[in-house]
């Protein structure tokens, strides 16, 4: 019954997913050998800004027709392209390769003719512009489609493009269509983490996401010029908060960040500062463990109030004083109610740092979990093992023991 529910299910979705994408731009591309090696429907809406005149710009919708011609896509053994071209001298260009068992999408770019003057009127320049977006599409099982009905928005330069509704297969085999798909994180219902602690580490990202992944910063501070560093970190900081109703996030750019602090023997603080974000942490030690025990946040946003939050009451991030703490994963960390932290590839070392390295690392809960569920499972069954085979020797005794009196 429940094979037939999901497999039900499925097809339902499959016939929901085709009749709702039928509105977008289908085509086809086949091979030197005539056979289907690349598939695509979807929908792509893009946002171009143009000059007009002195200081002056004007900004237009352009919808990828259905109408559109293939010419100049091709398909290898390893690499692909699809380049859709339309209208007077437009073209969106999707560069395609594979690995052993993955595709992905390298680039896109898409080009467009300022010298079109019914999509772009008065426009100052008359040449062709180009932009490229680069890895958008990752890890696409070979011989699945890739799906994906949220919309993925990317800004380069003055173009904002917004794709969604995809279907997408390169590399098909055999000339037919794949009906496994594999689908965009955007598109999975977010997992529910239980709020046992205020620390949470999830496998896919869960936040915004239209926002990239945000830069690994390296940042450190010492107690005078001529030392060598006394604290040691290194992270990607999204932060999450909430203006009135609006969820909003927003990155730290580490190569805009200034950073400051101070070391003490048993307290230590990191502070970061950029246009838009300002953020101190505060670490403890007891002379055995540090912590991270506050943090002082205030993000300015392009409008509004500022947003401050400020928790002084917390323990995260603990390891022996001499070591380091890591968390490769994303971590969620709820400062308040109204801000939230998102750290990547974590490592912070706030006390005692030799010359300039870190030390050894104490890794977080989740990512020794992975390690440890196996162990526990391995240690069970031994045990179970030894259990059967103590029950066997002692039995084999038993009837030993019993000829013998005979
Ligand atoms: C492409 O290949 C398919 C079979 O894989 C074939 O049915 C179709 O006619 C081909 N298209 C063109 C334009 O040759
Ligand atoms: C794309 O553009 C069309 C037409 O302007 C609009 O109806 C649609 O809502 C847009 N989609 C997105 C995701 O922006
Ligand atoms: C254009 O903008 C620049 C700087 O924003 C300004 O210096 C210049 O006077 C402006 N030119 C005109 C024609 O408004
Ligand atoms: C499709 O595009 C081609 C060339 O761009 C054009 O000749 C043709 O009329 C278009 N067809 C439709 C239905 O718009
Ligand atoms: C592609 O693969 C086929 C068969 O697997 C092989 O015959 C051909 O030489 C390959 N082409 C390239 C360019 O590697
Ligand atoms: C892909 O497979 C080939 C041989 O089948 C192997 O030599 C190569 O290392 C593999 N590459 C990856 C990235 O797994
Ligand atoms: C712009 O288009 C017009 C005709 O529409 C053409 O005569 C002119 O050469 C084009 N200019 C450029 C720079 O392509
Ligand atoms: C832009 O072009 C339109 C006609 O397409 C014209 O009515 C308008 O005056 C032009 N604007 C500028 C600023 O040149
Ligand atoms: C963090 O806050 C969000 C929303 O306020 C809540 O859904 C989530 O359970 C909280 N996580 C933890 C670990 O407390
Ligand atoms: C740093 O070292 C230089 C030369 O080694 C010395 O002149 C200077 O006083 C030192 N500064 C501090 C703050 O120790
Ligand atoms: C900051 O880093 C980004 C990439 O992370 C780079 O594109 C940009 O040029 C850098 N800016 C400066 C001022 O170094
Ligand atoms: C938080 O930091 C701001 C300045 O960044 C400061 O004015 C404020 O007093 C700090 N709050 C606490 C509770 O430390």
């Known amino acids: 019954i429940i094979w037939c529910i999901i497999v039900g299910k499925k097809w339902l979705l499959i016939f929901i997913s085709e009749l709702h994408l039928s509105h977008g731009t289908e085509v086809s591309v086949n091979n030197t050998e005539n056979k289907l090696c690349l598939y695509a429907n979807l929908m792509v809406n893009f946002s171009v800004a143009y000059e007009v005149g002195v200081n002056k710009s004007e900004t237009v919708i352009l919808v990828l027709p259905e109408n559109v011609t293939t ?17 007077d001298g437009h073209s969106w260009t999707v560069d395609f390769t594979k690995n052993n068992k993955t595709y992905q999408v390298d680039t896109i770019v898409f080009s467009y003719n300022l010298n079109d003057s019914s999509v772009f009127p008065n426009s100052t320049s008359k040449e062709t512009k180009s932009v490229t977006v ?44 794949s009906d496994t798909d594999t689908i965009c994180s955007a598109d999975m219902p977010s997992t529910t983490v239980a709020p046992t602690t205020t620390v949470t580490t999830t496998a896919a990202p869960t936040s915004t996401p239209t926002l990239p992944t945000p830069t690994t910063g390296k940042y450190s501070i010492a107690t005078d010029v001529n030392s060598t560093a006394c604290l040691m970190a290194t992270f990607g900081l999204q932060i999450g908060y909430k203006q009135g109703d609006k969820e909003e996030t927003i990155n730290l750019v580490p190569n805009m960040t200034e950073v400051g602090g101070a070391c003490r023997s048993n307290s230590s603080d990191l502070k970061l500062t950029s246009d838009t974000i300002t953020i101190m942490f505060t670490f403890s030690n007891d002379g055995k463990k540090f912590q991270l025990h506050a943090l002082n946040v205030t993000v300015i946003p ?15 991030w603990a390891a022996a004083v001499g070591s380091s703490y890591m968390c490769n994963k994303e971590q969620t960390l709820n400062v308040t109610d109204t801000l939230t932290l998102y750290t990547f590839e974590l490592r912070v070392q706030p006390f005692e740092v030799n010359k300039g390295e870190f030390a050894t690392a104490h890794e977080c809960s989740l990512d020794d979990t992975s390690i440890l569920i196996p162990i526990i499972v391995g240690a069970a069954l031994a045990g179970l093992i030894l259990i059967v085979v103590i029950a066997y020797v002692i039995g084999r005794r038993k009837t030993y023991v019993g000829y013998q009196t005979l």
């Open 134 to 177: 680069k890895s958008i599409i990752t890890n696409v099982s070979v011989d699945t489609y890739y799906s994906c009905k949220s919309a993925d928005v990317r800004t380069v330069e003055s173009v904002i493009q917004t794709l969604y509704d995809v279907a997408l297969q390169a590399f098909v085999i055999n000339g037919s269509k």
């Open 71 to 87: 010419e100049g896509s091709a398909c290898d053994n390893t690499t692909s392209t699809l380049k859709l071209s339309f209208g």
């Open 302 to 316: 392009a409008t509004g109030a500022p947003v401050v939050a400020v928790n002084t009451n917390m323990s995260i």
